[in-house]
């Protein structure tokens, strides 16, 4: 039987919101990522290492990455929960994807503070 | 001197469990009358008592009130006796409502779908003192049912949302939220606050997509996601 421990939240409400929340800073992060494509006519190593040597934009880095790892795990929580009607390996594949995200989150922090 | 007839083509689902190992389609020819229209219910009865009578639907009130004769249509969920033939392409395929168990061809069974209205409370709940004779509702709180009280509970609706598919267990379902909100909006209950706080959970309400295929298929022109979305936001407000 599915159940809510494997949810982001527990609480469906607070998923919902969660997710919507989420996709504004995505998008919202978009549109920055195209703003400083489209503003600067050559974009080299300098440009991009300067950016992120920014600590506003090394925040609302994170916090672009933090949104996507929640927007993600809801989403795809949601469609295997629809999906897979065999605990083991619903399990499996909860499992993977939440390792598959947690391994580009610190990916991606790992690259940022390098910079 | 006989009435002119047309013959007009059908393809039925049937299966009895008993007997048969896989459902399968079976074709009828009917004879009616060509310059009068029917509804597909009175059709499927002539069908039943001229040339097969293992047939098996359900239906009672026959004029779209008791919500039993609800069947796929051409695709498409609906009530057979408010559905006239002449809107109708042939052959007029019809199958029992998705999604439920098949007791013997027409005929699913309703469990699912009535669990999850009885998880609702589908009743008025008030813990206030009781009046002398009745508990009385403005004009204006009484307008605020209209668009809900109406269901008919067909299933019409759940059985044709995705979400109620995969998680007929957990998820409420169209028909089920509309009846709650029903009495989320009544002024006369008192227990608001429980029932939304009883629908948090991932499941329940949350598992709507706003597919909306409940909004297109309803017989009585009711409008499931709008409730839901009604719900939502009152969630949003009692709990930030
Ligand atoms: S909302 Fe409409 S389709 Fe759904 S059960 Fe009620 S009457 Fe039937
Ligand atoms: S709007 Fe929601 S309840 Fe209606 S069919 Fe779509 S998912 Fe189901
Ligand atoms: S027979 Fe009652 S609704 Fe169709």
């Known amino acids: ?115 | 001197m006989s009435e002119a007839m047309k013959t007009v083509k059908f393809k039925i689902y049937r299966y009895d469990p008993e007997k048969d190992e896989k459902p399968y389609m079976q074709d009828f020819d009917l004879q009616v009358p060509a310059n009068k229209d029917m509804m597909l219910l009175s059709a499927i009865i002539d069908i039943k008592d001229g040339q097969d009578d293992s047939l098996a639907i359900r239906r009672s009130c026959r004029e779209g009130v008791c919500g039993s004769d609800g069947v796929n249509i051409n695709g498409r969920n609906g009530l057979a006796c408010i559905t006239p033939l002449s809107a109708l392409k042939q052959p007029i395929v019809i199958r029992p409502l998705p999604g439920l168990p098949v007791i013997k061809d027409l005929v699913v069974d309703m469990t699912q779908f009535f669990r999850q209205y009885e998880k609702i409370k589908p009743y008025l709940m008030n813990d206030e003192s009781l009046p002398a004779k009745e508990r009385l509702q403005s004009p204006a709180d009484r307008k605020k049912l209209d668009g809900l009280y109406e269901c008919i509970l067909c299933a019409c609706c759940s059985s044709s949302c995705p979400s109620f598919w995969w998680n007929p267990d957990k998820f409420i379902g169209p028909a089920g939220l509309l009846q709650a909100y029903r009495f989320v909006a009544d002024s006369r209950d008192t227990f608001t606050q429980q029932r939304l706080g009883d629908l948090t959970d991932p499941f329940s309400v949350f598992r709507c997509r706003g597919i909306m295929n409940c909004v297109d298929v309803c017989p009585k022109g009711l409008n499931p996601t709008k409730a839901i979305g009604e719900l939502r936001s009152l969630m949003l407000r009692e709990q930030t």
């Open chain 1, 1 to 115: 039987m599915v159940n809510n421990v494997t949810s982001y939240s527990g609480n469906g409400l607070r998923d919902w919101l969660l997710q919507r929340v989420s996709a504004y800073v995505l998008g919202f992060y978009l549109v920055f990522l195209l703003c400083v494509y489209f503003l600067n006519p050559s974009i080299d190593y300098a440009l991009w290492h300067s950016l992120f040597a920014n600590i506003w934009v090394k925040l609302f880095t994170v916090l672009a990455l933090l949104s996507l790892l929640v927007h993600t795990w809801i989403g795809i929580w949601t469609v295997i929960t629809d999906y897979v009607k065999v605990t083991g390996i619903r399990l499996l594949k909860e499992a993977i994807v939440m390792l598959a995200l947690l391994t580009y989150l610190v990916w991606a922090l790992v690259i940022l503070w390098s910079m």
